[in-house]
């Protein structure tokens, strides 16, 4: 019997308050996109991940994502006994036409964030795709592939990203570890989504939420 072993953890829930969240951000937020509809010179996204693009009050929205990192914990079995502290850092990204994100992880120091997420604020399945995750063993598998015919390679070989399915109104929680891109946009319907990370610690060593 074949055993998949050290499964990479990812949690997909409902936003609770996802319409309130979208309705502030396409408000507040949504480029022109007659104009140029990105502010970013690779990607091809309108964002404000840089400092760049309109203004947002996060502190604002933030507290309509406290349920969703309460679940998270939940789901994730911490122990709820333990006085955590939490800090939400989040930017969104627009995009049309042509729109991408190159593969990228989110390990940064000196403090590590615990979980990573993104939330589908605008987005349509039959026109828009999935973050897609790679395997961190991805390298290795094609490496040790016995055959170059990628067809002629048994299931186990073609473990090498997933891309879960959602909808609008998700979020996918997953470790800061896990390589993720955004794969290039084929139609010009706006696609919005928020990206976030969560700092979770027991011990107060700078200013987090409560």
């Keep these: 019997m074949l055993h998949g072993i050290f499964s ?11 319409e309130k ?7 507040n937020t949504r480029p022109d996109f007659e104009e140029s509809g ?8 309108y964002t404000d991940l840089w400092g760049q693009g309109k203004k947002v009050d996060w502190p604002f929205l933030h507290n309509y994502y406290v349920p969703q990192v309460q679940q998270l914990m939940e ?12 800090n939400i850092n989040s930017w969104y990204n627009w995009t049309k036409y042509a ?17 990573c997420g993104v939330h589908y604020v605008v987005f349509d399945k039959e026109k828009h795709e ?14 040790h592939w016995p055959s170059n015919q990628v067809k002629d390679n048994p299931p186990y070989c ?14 996918v929680w997953f470790p800061p570890w896990l390589k993720h891109q955004a794969l290039q946009q084929m139609t010009d319907s706006p696609r919005l989504t928020v990206a976030i990370n969560l ?3 027991d011990h107060p060593l700078v200013n987090f939420n409560e």
């Design 8 to 18: 990479v953890p990812i949690v997909v829930q409902k936003v609770k308050e996802h």
């Design 75 to 86: 789901e994730t079995k911490f122990d709820m006994r333990v006085p955590w502290r939490y």
């Design 158 to 171: 073609q473990d090498t990203y997933y891309s879960p399915e959602v909808n609008e109104g998700d979020i």
């Design 199 to 201: 700092t979770l610690v």
């Design 130 to 143: 999935p973050t897609r995750f790679w395997n961190p063993n991805a390298d290795q598998i094609q490496a």
């Design 21 to 27: 969240i979208k309705s502030y951000l396409v408000e």
């Design 38 to 45: 990105h502010n970013t010179s690779t990607c091809m996204m």
């Design 99 to 115: 729109g991408w994100q190159e593969l990228h992880d989110h390990v940064v120091g000196p403090i590590s964030y615990a979980w």
